[in-house]
């Protein structure tokens, strides 16, 4: 087993969270990462959405603060904590980082964050591309020493789960989140999007933030879990399968694992040094649009997924504020503010031909008026798959008719 395979898990008990991270730190011997002087770290958190720490929808500050004052022992040069928020609007990481509190911990700490978008952009070439060729991203990915990678355990609408390999989704800017979505609307090829645009930074240490976790519909408007667990170590692939065995999710059931470990940047074989996961387990409840297995040829399950299983975007009125982020930062353009902009009396519009079911209407949404409903009769009663199944049962029906008159006329005889 490859050292770079460990993976520590630490139990944060009386909400010591510093204690925890120290611990897991030392048990895959992080420390090896920074013997050389004056080196420059970039820390990536998860500032998805400007939500308070007690919503589970970013890491937390707690955790945040004791990866700094843990990297401040070994005097780098610079400490900088970079993100770029979910949203289409500039000014939206600012205000992320600070409802957050992951604002006051880097000025607490003294140490620098910004948002990606404030900082000078390049363009990197993709190695071995899956589908992405190159992606626009901070300069600082290639500026700084090392990469930590600071992700939060939560479900995710359309990855099923979002941890390590997703959280470096953040690294690009704004509206590149969004025109990727649009770019690659099929859960196949945008996972293979993640696996591309992970490889450009490929984060040398990764901190998984398992202190208050999401389930349900994450990965902001989920149910908050408290786990109080931290998870440390090397590869990407190792780490995430790891949280799937956790949380009790299957690890083939997150393509973009298999994706990376396609573009050889990790295995799903890991070995556990701390707390041994059967005393951590517990069982995450799915978002309500995790696809669905159907026992059918692959064709007609994919078809099953898209049409029958599929579901319809609500926008509740009593939660509603028509702050235009849903329209606003729609990949496809599938959703149009109302006629009238009356809070209480109308929602936006969803506009079904258009939309790819990326779900990050109700990823981004700070209100958490998007609901999500699958109507199985009204979806089949519209899809060609009825007339096939109704085509069948006549066919079938006509068989037998034809059978039942073939002996007849036989016994006849």
Not at 46 to 57: D, F, G, Q, W
Not at 194 to 215: H, N
Not at 271 to 291: A, C, L, N, Q
């Amino acid at each position: 087993m490859n050292r770079n395979n460990q993976i520590a898990i630490t139990k944060i008990l009386d909400d010591n969270v510093e204690k925890a991270v120290f611990e897991a730190f030392d048990l895959i011997n992080a420390k090896e990462l920074f013997l050389n002087k004056k080196l420059k770290v970039l820390i990536k958190p998860n500032v998805l959405i400007a939500k308070a720490p007690e919503r589970a929808a970013t890491t937390h500050p707690s955790v945040l603060k004791s990866i700094i004052k843990w990297l401040k022992q070994f005097n780098p040069e610079k400490i900088i904590v970079g993100e770029s928020s979910g949203t289409f609007k500039r000014g939206a990481t600012e205000s992320a980082f600070e409802i957050s509190g992951l604002k006051k911990v880097c000025e607490e700490e003294g140490v620098e964050w910004t948002p990606f978008e404030k900082t000078a952009l390049k363009t990197y070439k993709v190695i071995n591309p899956l589908v992405l060729e190159e992606i626009t991203a901070s300069k600082l990915l290639e500026e700084v020493d090392i990469i930590i990678n600071v992700p939060k355990i939560k479900t995710h609408h359309q990855c099923i789960l979002t941890c390590a390999i997703k959280n470096m989704f953040g690294t690009l800017i704004l509206g590149n989140k969004m025109r990727t979505h649009a770019q690659f609307p099929s859960k196949e090829r945008f996972n293979s999007a993640l696996a591309d645009i992970y490889s450009v930074s490929k984060p040398q240490l990764t901190v998984v933030d398992g202190y208050y976790c999401q389930e349900g519909n994450g990965p902001s408007a989920g149910d908050v879990v408290k786990m109080d667990i931290i998870l440390a170590g090397y590869d990407p692939v190792a780490l995430d399968t790891a949280v799937c065995h956790i949380i009790d999710f299957n690890p083939n059931d997150i393509l973009y694992i298999s994706k990376l470990q396609e573009k050889g940047l990790g295995t799903p074989d890991y070995k556990i040094v701390g707390e041994p996961i059967d005393t951590i387990k517990r069982k995450f409840k799915k978002s309500k649009t995790h696809p669905v297995s159907v026992p059918l040829p692959k064709f007609l399950a994919k078809y099953v997924g898209k049409t029958i299983l599929r579901s319809d975007i609500k926008f509740n009125k009593n939660k509603c504020k028509l702050c235009s982020t849903c329209w606003n930062n729609c990949p496809a353009q599938a959703i149009s503010p109302p006629k009238e902009l009356k809070q209480g009396e109308y929602v936006p519009k969803w506009h079904k031909s258009k939309c790819i079911t990326c779900y990050c209407c109700a990823e981004l949404c700070p209100y958490e008026a998007v609901e999500f409903k699958v109507n199985l009769i009204k979806n089949t009663f519209t899809s060609w798959l009825l007339l096939l199944f109704i085509a069948l049962l006549f066919g079938a029906a006509v068989l037998i008719w034809l059978i039942f008159q073939i002996f007849k006329n036989f016994s006849n005889f």
